[in-house]
């Protein structure tokens, strides 16, 4: 329900993003007039519940030699259709100091399977954060979805101690690291299909809230939306388009 009562909204934001005269190619904050929700009926609407499901975590080693974790992480369904998944890439964890990268809250990727962004906030009870952007298409060329798992885990813990291989430097040119701004949140980072913009929630939990665009070349925000919800219902914390381009 959280996402299909907000279809006023959505409207509002797709006429801005999908390239409204509102809004120019510089940083800018519009605010929408009037309240970004339409009355709706909670008896029209059906939720799940699901079950908290979780992969256990990989005991780290001390020795660098087996520190990090090299086979892929499996998880299944179990009830209803027969899914299975298994871990794809391991996303960095430490780049400049131990475990800075530890709090991923959001991903995107791109239809290709070519280009990955995440959104990491500095720790858990942050509002600031960064957008981090991996060619994948590039990156696996050095086996990190198959035979080296843990190169670019590795790439980046040597970073952070300041001894790079020239593997590492070779890995490192395909991770752009964006600069830090207030995420909010952070957990509701999205790509709208029709135009490939990135969008995310920068107030989540409150009446007066706002999405901001993000620039996929500077990987910072680079225009606001402000809008308020009704009183009785804040705005909620993840996002997604539909491939219309709507919220």
Not at 25 to 43: D, F, P, S
Not at 101 to 124: A, D, F, K, R
Request: with cysteine; glycine share 8%.
């Amino acid at each position: 329900m959280r996402q299909t009562r907000h279809w006023l909204l959505a409207a509002t934001i797709a006429a801005l993003l999908v390239g409204g005269s509102a809004l120019t190619a510089h940083a800018k904050t519009t605010t929408q007039h009037g309240n970004a929700l339409a009355a709706y009926n909670v008896k029209r609407y059906k939720t799940v519940k699901n079950q908290n499901l979780f992969v256990k975590r990989y005991a780290f080693q001390q020795s660098y030699t087996n520190i990090f974790q090299t086979s892929p992480t499996h998880i299944s369904s179990t009830k209803g259709k027969a899914v299975a998944f298994k871990s794809n890439v391991f996303l960095p964890v430490t780049y400049q100091r131990s475990a800075d990268w530890g709090n991923p809250q959001s991903e995107v990727l791109t239809p290709n399977g070519n280009t990955l962004y995440e959104l990491i906030t500095t720790s858990s009870q942050s509002t600031t954060g960064r957008i981090v952007r991996y060619n994948l298409g590039a990156l696996r060329h050095f086996g990190i979805t198959s035979t080296h798992m843990d190169a670019l885990r590795r790439a980046t813990y040597d970073h952070s101690v300041g001894k790079l291989t020239a593997t590492d430097k070779a890995i490192l040119k395909n991770v752009t690291v964006g600069p830090l701004f207030n995420t909010g949140h952070g957990q509701s980072l999205a790509r709208n299909p029709k135009n490939g913009q990135l969008c995310f929630i920068g107030k989540p939990g409150a009446v007066k809230s706002n999405v901001q665009q993000v620039s996929t070349k500077t990987l910072k925000p680079s225009t606001k939306v402000n809008f308020t919800l009704k009183n009785t219902v804040p705005m909620g914390s993840n996002l997604t388009f539909d491939k219309h381009g709507k919220a």
